[in-house]
């Protein structure tokens, strides 16, 4: 195959991403799916970057969170408060990327899958930062498109703090603002305060 056909092969493998449902809402009345979450994830962070505490590279940011949820084509999008299913939601979502970009050259192949681990793993400045922005889009998605007192999970205040506590290491700044979402969306009947 040669290689005009093999990305082809990969822009139309990649097109079932929009199939695949997150819990999160949109605005107009439908689940997300993981390549709208991929978007925003990647234009947030072009915004927020100037709130990040390191230098960063902010192609390698973009291009991290476009390919984060590669893995869900065939693994399905892990939900992140099930905590037995994201025991082993890295291997099942590592195989299914190795099948979606199975099709490319080994050189894309490997830059594809270096920077989903790198972002899985967290392994640098860029990843954490990535990172970050997943964990705060999910919070501003929530409190901005969800209906008042609509908690359909009875999640609690602390379980979601529980999960993001991360940011407060990485991002101080971007954890005073996921504090204040995580309140407003107690405020708003989003979350129990237990």
């Given at each position: 195959m040669n290689e005009i056909?093999?990305?082809?092969?990969?822009?139309?493998?990649i097109e079932q991403l929009k199939t695949i449902q997150r819990k999160s809402d949109t605005l107009d009345g439908r689940y997300e799916n993981s390549a709208?979450?991929?978007w925003q994830a990647a234009l947030v962070a072009m915004q927020f970057e100037q709130f990040y505490p390191e230098q960063?590279?902010?192609n390698q940011v973009i291009k991290m969170l476009l390919v984060h949820d590669l893995g869900e084509i065939y693994a399905g999008d892990t939900w992140v408060f099930d905590d037995q299913a994201k025991s082993d939601s890295f291997d099942r979502e590592l195989e299914s990327l190795k099948?979606?970009?199975?099709?490319?050259?080994?050189?894309?192949?490997?830059?594809?899958?270096?920077?989903?681990?790198?972002?899985?793993r967290g392994d640098n400045?860029?990843?954490?930062?990535?990172?970050?922005?997943?964990?705060?889009i999910a919070l501003i998605n929530l409190y901005e498109v969800s209906k008042e007192d609509?908690?359909?999970?009875?999640?609690?205040?602390?379980?979601?703090?529980?999960?993001?506590?991360?940011?407060?290491?990485?991002a101080p700044a971007m954890w005073e603002l996921a504090e204040e979402i995580i309140e407003k969306c107690v405020e708003k009947g989003l979350l129990r305060d237990e």
């Open positions: 056909r093999k990305v082809y092969a990969f822009a139309r493998e709208e979450h991929s960063v590279d902010i099948k979606v970009v199975s099709m490319l050259d080994e050189d894309n192949q490997k830059r594809i899958i270096d920077l989903w681990t790198n972002f899985e400045h860029e990843a954490k930062y990535a990172r970050v922005i997943d964990a705060l609509y908690n359909p999970y009875n999640l609690t205040k602390s379980q979601v703090t529980n999960k993001k506590i991360f940011i407060k290491d990485d």
